[in-house]
């Protein structure tokens, strides 16, 4: 009797399952995947100064939008890029977002397209 009560569970998740649709399950997979971009970026961060959360906040104070898959993948994909950007934050962190520009001038080794307004 056991046996045919496990087996009407076991159909039941099956059939609920299969009544899902794809999108649920995929929706499902973006809390792995985050975790995973969150520790690839702490990594890298870490590599090349400022931990993640300063990393993070210092990004967006300075106008650089990017979502965490995109850091993870320059992460791995273009290391000098993601140098640049830890580098970035890193000023931005020591002398505010206008002192990291100068008298407006780009830092080395960083490239950007920063408005001039008059």
Known sequence: MRARAWAMVLTAQLWLRSRLTRRCWRVQEVPKHAT???NRITAASQEHGPKYPAFI???VKCQVELHRK????????E??????????AKRRRQEGF???LGA????EGIFSRVAQYH
């Open 36 to 38: 995973l971009w969150i």
């Open 70 to 77: 995109v850091l993870a993948d320059l992460a791995i994909y």
């Open 98 to 100: 206008a002192a990291a």
């Open 79 to 88: 290391p000098k890029t993601f140098r640049s950007l830890a580098a970035l």
């Open 57 to 59: 906040v210092n990004l």
């Open 104 to 107: 407006w001038k780009e830092p």
